[in-house]
């Protein structure tokens, strides 16, 4: 499973000109699932998502997770989850990527929303895209600050 995970001070995702979920502060996580990915995997990827280290504390050091400032001092920091299985894609023949290591719809999707919902039980408001759908999304990356993460070089 592969994430990109970038902080933003916003984010919203709309499909066919109807936001269907956004944030203010927080996170803005792609996620790509792959043939191989298991339970496991969506488990420590969001674990590691939410306790990166990516937010500044007073001193202006990034040394808080989203769950260190949601709900500190009035913020309601969320993560909006996007799926993207060109995450997948391998372009290192030709010039059209191949998108053999992408899980097929069915798996993906399941483990899509069990990634939401590990998110969730830490209390952390998630909102989401659409599965399978053309979304445009909108952000303001903070910083900027994006992080990479793949569950099998864990």
Known sequence: MKAVIQ???EASVSVKG???GSIHKGLLIYLGVSLDD???D???LSEKAINLRIFDDAAGKMNMSITDINGNNGINAGILVISQFTLL???NKGRRPSWNKAAPPEKAK???EYF???ISKHGIPCEK???QAYMQVSYTNDGPVTILLDSKTQ
């Open 89 to 91: 894609g391998d372009a």
């Open 42 to 44: 969506a488990q420590w």
């Open 110 to 112: 399941t483990l899509y």
């Open 18 to 20: 109807y936001v269907c």
């Open 7 to 9: 902080r933003v001070t």
């Open 129 to 131: 895209g659409e599965f």
């Open 116 to 118: 939401i919902q590990e």
């Open 38 to 40: 298991t339970e496991s």
